[in-house]
Structures are given as structure tokens and as C-alpha cells.
């Protein structure tokens, strides 16, 4: 059950009057624990209740569900992202396993919580749009530049520009092995180790030890 807090006005004095941008973040994190265990078909009016709040009082700060939403995909989906990641992926300096263990170790401890895994899992079963938007960001950001390393250790040219869906399959093969730990741990309660970093450098290195024979034959297939 969420905190509660002063409405102005209210007749619960017990409860004590919090500042404006204290009491957004209440509701704020609030709603990511509701839709975490709800979806994005929660109900608001459900939301208050937990809350201790009325429905209007929600909407003083959010002034419909979806600018309620919009901020629980904000803080939830992009606010963790880092740029440095970005540089970490295409620097050649260090060989491509190393420089993917230590991305997905920092993406599981920063991205990989169980309100993001759970959000992701039922917006993406309700064909929310939010997903839609993060999945464009993981392309041009991740997979879109994993595809040309992944070519790059290889000996092979670039990905045809823009990166097609062949090679495009291959990086989410990879993404999709670490965040099927992620589910494996947080929506399905399978235990997983206390310090995943093993798991995930083991899975990366079975992964790109397989993958050089699909990337050659999508080339001559090209060629």
C-alpha cells in the first residue's frame, strides 16, 4: 500500500502536508509499483485508493492517465539511460565481450528492476505505444551499433545502411538472451544467481561463439 498524504482541505489531520514535487514524486512512484503489478490498464480511481487520495486530486498533477503515463515511461524507460553506454559499444579499444559484459552488467543493475521488466512484459502484450518508442531507441542505439560490431570482430564489411532486419536479428538474439534473465528472475521467479555478472559474461561469449556462422552466410547470401 502506497504512502498517504495532506489534501488540502482534508479531514484526516493527521496526515502531514507535503510539498508539491514531494507529493508528485509519491504518486510518481506509486504508479510504477501499480502498473508494475497491474499493467497499463490500471485504473486510476484505482490508483488514488491506494494512494489515500481522490481521483481529482491525482489529476491536479497528472491531468489524465495518459500524462501519467507518459512520466512512468520517462522515469521508468529512459531516465536510467547513460551515454556513455553508447560510446562503451563502439570503442574498439577493448575486445567487443568484454565491452558488452560490462554494458549489460550496468544495464541490469541500472534498467533491469522488477517494475521495468513487469511494465515492459504488459505494455508489450497490450500493444502500448510506449513500447513501440523504447523498442525504436534500444534499435538506433544499441542494436543498430551492436550489429555493426558484431560484423566488425568478424573480418566482415558493415550491415547494409539502414541495418536490415537479418542483422537486426542476430544483436536482439543477444540483447534478448540477458533480458530473458531478467524475466526469468523477475516475472517467472526462477532463481538466478545473487551476482549475475558470471551468468551474463558466459552468456554473451556462448552467444557470439555461435554467431559467425549466420553473419558470413547472410553476407554471400547478399553478395
Known amino acids: 500500500m ?24 509519491l504518486i510518481l512512484d506509486e504508479a510504477i509499483r501499480f502498473f508494475a503489478e497491474v499493467g497499463f490498464e490500471g485504473q486510476t480511481r484505482a490508483l488514488a485508493e491506494r494512494l489515500g487520495v481522490t481521483q481529482p486530486l491525482l489529476y491536479r498533477y497528472f491531468p489524465d492517465k495518459e500524462a501519467l503515463i507518459e512520466r512512468v515511461f520517462d522515469e521508468v524507460y529512459l531516465k536510467h539511460w547513460r551515454l556513455e553506454w553508447e560510446h562503451l559499444l563502439k570503442s574498439r579499444q577493448r575486445p567487443l565481450a568484454e565491452r558488452l559484459g560490462q554494458f549489460y552488467r550496468e ?7 522488477p517494475e521495468w521488466v513487469r511494465i515492459f512484459m504488459y505494455a508489450g502484450l497490450k500493444g502500448e505505444a510506449v513500447n513501440d518508442r523504447y523498442l525504436q531507441f534500444m534499435r538506433s542505439h544499441v ?58 559474461d558466459s552468456t554473451i561469449r556462448t552467444i557470439l561463439d555461435g554467431i559467425t556462422v549466420p553473419v558470413e552466410e547472410m553476407t554471400l547470401a547478399r553478395a
Open 143 to 200: 542494436l543498430e551499433p551492436l550489429s555493426i560490431e558484431l560484423r566488425h570482430v568478424q573480418g566482415l564489411p558493415p550491415p547494409p545502411q539502414p541495418v536490415d532486419e537479418l542483422d537486426l536479428s542476430i544483436a536482439w538474439t543477444l540483447h534478448g538472451a540477458i533480458y530473458h534473465i531478467a524475466l526469468r528472475k523477475w516475472v517467472y521467479g526462477v532463481p538466478v544467481p545473487d551476482d549475475v555478472g558470471p551468468l551474463i
Open 2 to 25: 502506497g504512502q498517504t498524504f495532506m489534501v488540502d482541505g482534508g479531514q484526516d489531520s493527521r496526515r502531514r502536508r507535503l510539498p508539491r514535487d514531494e507529493r508528485e514524486r
Open 107 to 113: 544495464y541490469w543493475n541500472t534498467v533491469f528492476t
